[in-house]
């Protein structure tokens, strides 16, 4: 591989790919364009978190570098539930 950045210090063992003993789980696809992923043996893995889904899964991921700007802290606006309240304010 050229000049990707890989996972520094990772290890293929037997239940998968670890660094520090910690086993990695996969990026998601929300993951991409991030500029936190490295790649490892064909795989894409963050260099922040070893479970990237479970970063996703309450929300976004608050260390991505890649949608900070539109989706950062403005997104807890959400214009459907902005309009309900407005609605219900009548
Ligand atoms: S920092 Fe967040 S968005 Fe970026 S690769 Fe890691 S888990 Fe994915």
């Not at 050229?2 to 239940?15: D, F, P, R, W, Y």
């Not at 696809?29 to 899964?57: H, L, M, Q, T, V």
Request: glycine share 10%; hydrophobic share 30%; proline share 4%.
């Amino acid at each position: 591989m050229g000049n990707e950045a890989t996972l520094v210090g990772a290890v293929k063992t037997e239940q998968g790919v670890e660094l520090k003993g910690v086993l990695m789980q996969p990026v998601v696809d929300k993951c991409e364009g991030c500029d936190r992923i490295r790649s490892f043996e064909g795989e894409n893995f963050c260099s922040s978190y070893p479970n990237p889904a479970r970063k996703w899964f309450d929300g976004r991921c608050n260390f991505a570098t890649h949608i900070k700007a539109e989706s950062g802290k403005s997104a807890k606006v959400n214009p459907l539930k902005a309009s309900k309240r407005a609605a219900k304010g009548r």
